[in-house]
């Protein structure tokens, strides 16, 4: 079938730029990182970033960013003058929306490397530090560097510097941690008076140390469940509001780039390992920059500006909206998906059907459609009944 998008009703356009190095990779972590290492990889690394963002600006064409997305590793070991460059050369290549979202990632023992009102000065907006846990015992199991009085200084250094926008990564189901354990965390961090908080369970993903080697007294799937129902529960009660599986805001300060994936929006791609997503009026399209910081590097340098783009099949693009919008809490339109996938509201419904007998989806309102609670406790299972079956899908 032919999509019905135009220039003028085009997704959002959102922009993230990975900067791969840490000081040390956690035994939980499978994102595209390594150990840093010299100096002058960085500084040659941000020169190719710069070249990047102006292949990148091409595959605008115009449209506005809504937000960018400074992710890794650790963006924090680079500096507040290394950032600045970054950012201002996005500025001077893209057209930015008026209240454009720029976050950081930052870990709190890096993030004294360079003083939180640099990283303000240099366009950053929203400042994301990983905390993980406020207990020092759980931090020493996650491999973490940081302790917990680094976390404290971390946000109130942020704070003190001007930054009114602040998220808490915050993880549950740790080695040994009970009920109390994760709902003090959470107590912890609203202490610290975040705007917003991701709040996700630990995972032993394949190719990383905890996977090969899991740790000792892992919170078995009961007691994950009742961490979580828990936890959400204060969270609640903390002011937070739950808007997607593990994110949770204070006065409506959601996360604006994560919601664009979470709604199917557009996003381009600038380092090693990035992923993009681009659509026009002949699709929906993916594509991915070299994963190693080294080969990534050469193929900016040599002028690798143009990327294999890989159309999403009908079958894929029903899944991988799905994959993403059956995370928000509060559901979605049919308009959104057709808006979002060029495919009708008719063809999501046909495929729905199983799930809504089963009572893991239920209609919220007109032509809207929402998780229910049993389809939350169960989202692995309901995201793979989208996965694409076997023969041609047409819509």
């Given at each position: 079938?032919?999509?019905a ?5 085009q997704?959002?356009?959102?922009l ?5 190095w840490c000081v040390?990779?956690?035994?939980y972590?499978?994102?595209n990182?390594?150990?840093?290492g010299?100096?002058e990889?960085?500084e ?9 963002i ?5 595959r605008?064409?115009?449209?506005p960013?809504?937000s ?8 924090s ?12 050369e ?27 009102a640099g990283?303000?000065k ?20 996650l ?6 009085e ?7 250094e ?6 009114d926008?602040?998220?808490?990564d ?11 354990d ?11 008076h975040?705007?917003?908080?991701s709040w ?5 993903e394949?190719?990383?140390v ?9 919170p078995?799937?009961?007691?994950s469940?009742?961490?979580q ?5 204060r ?7 739950q ?6 805001a204070r006065?409506?300060r ?13 996003y ?6 990035a ?8 699709g ?9 910081p080294?080969?990534?590097?050469e ?11 890989k ?5 894929d ?5 799905m ?13 959104l998906f ?9 063809f ?5 059907t199983?799930s ?14 929402q ?13 793979a009944?989208f ?9």
């Open positions: 079938m032919s999509t998008w135009g220039p003028g009703n997704p959002p356009l959102a993230y730029v990975h900067l791969p040390r990779k956690c035994p972590c499978d994102f990182s390594y150990t840093a010299e100096a990889a960085f040659r690394y941000l020169d190719a970033l710069l070249a990047d102006r292949f990148e600006a091409q605008a064409a115009g449209r960013l809504i960018v997305f400074l992710g890794g590793g650790t963006p070991l680079f500096t507040p003058m290394q950032i600045a460059t970054l950012l201002d996005l500025a001077d290549r893209f057209a930015l929306a008026s209240d454009i979202e720029i976050t950081m990632e930052a870990n709190p023992g890096t993030v004294e490397c360079g003083d939180p990283y303000l240099a366009g950053v907006n929203r400042l994301s530090i990983g905390a993980q846990s406020f207990s020092a015992e759980a931090l020493e199991s491999g973490r560097i940081h302790s917990v680094d976390i404290e200084r971390a946000v109130l942020a704070r003190a510097s001007g930054f926008n602040i998220n808490l915050i993880m549950y189901g740790l080695p040994g941690q009970s009920v109390s994760a709902v003090a965390d959470l107590e912890h961090a609203a202490e610290m975040p705007q917003h908080l996700y369970q630990l995972a032993l394949p190719n990383t905890f996977h090969a080697r899991p740790p000792a007294d892992m078995d799937d009961e007691l469940f009742s961490i129902t828990r936890g959400q529960e969270l609640a009660e903390l002011g937070f509001e808007y997607e599986v593990s994110a949770y006065d409506g959601r996360a604006e780039h994560n919601l664009n994936y979470w709604t199917f929006g557009d381009l791609a600038v380092g090693a390992g992923h993009g997503k681009v659509s026009n009026a002949e929906v399209w993916r594509y991915m920059k070299p994963a190693n080294k080969q990534y590097m193929h900016i340098e040599a002028g690798g500006s143009s990327l294999e783009l159309s999403v099949a009908v079958a693009r029903l899944f991988e909206f994959l993403n919008a059956l995370r928000l809490t509060d559901g979605f339109t049919e308009d057709t808006d979002r996938t060029g495919l009708p509201g008719e999501l419904r046909e495929r729905m199983p809504v007998e089963k009572g893991l989806i239920v209609a919220s309102g007109e032509r809207r459609w998780v229910t609670p049993l389809g939350q406790r169960f989202l692995n299972d309901l995201q009944e996965l694409p079956k076997q023969g041609p899908i047409r819509a």
